[in-house]
């Protein structure tokens, strides 16, 4: 079996970070192809995901869709494990990685980074205050108490949150955001993730990432102006 392997990716992309981060603590070489997601070669868009990134290529397949490919990441090189060995913290962890997926902070903290609508800024704002609200609410009835997810090690859960979290640069940088203090266990596991090792080698250089996603939102301002609406990822 070949551990040759190559990772699509997009700088931007915060589900392009999740599977660097596995592929990272796993120790496991790849080679990674940059993707530009405002002029999508014709060539990707025929490869299996469709044109979507993250893509992991490897000798037993073509694999995509973040949480299914760190999952795979995770079986297939078992040290050091990323998921508990109970099965019942296992379904923990992913419920709630499920959970930031899709009722969580993915969606509404990129609709907030990408904005380009004044008139829809209190809206997304709103959102994405709700969802780190529930956050903090999770993080408390999990007993939460600083470092990774699970208190001790990383884990897929902070897979999957720490490549958001790093794009709360953007947040920053576009719109003035921070965490608020009052969520005192997100800001914890926040800035616990952005000190972790995996995830600064993985972190892109914040200019390279403020300059890319100021492009972007160049190119969704003229879409906006024009009456079109741009998706620009999906948490499915
Ligand atoms: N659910 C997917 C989402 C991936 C996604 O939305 N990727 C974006 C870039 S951040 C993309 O390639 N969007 C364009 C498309 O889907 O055609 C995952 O977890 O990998």
Redesign the pocket.
Known sequence: MSDAATLYS?I?????Q??KIALSAKGVAFENVE?D?VR?PSWF?AKA??????LFECDEGAF??????NEYIDERWPEPPLLPSAPAERVRARMFIDWW?HKGPTAPY?ERLMNVRPEREKAVEERLSRALEECEERLAALDYAGGYWNGQSLSLVDAAAAPVFVRFAGLRHFHDFEIPESLGQVRAWHDALLEDPHVRATAPDESELLSMLTDYRVVLKKAADAGIEV??????
């Open positions: 997009s931007p992309c915060n589900f392009c999740r599977v993707i997601l999508r868009r995901s469709g044109g979507t990134v993250p995509y869709g973040s949480a299914a490919v997926n990129e998706p620009v990822s999906s948490a499915d």
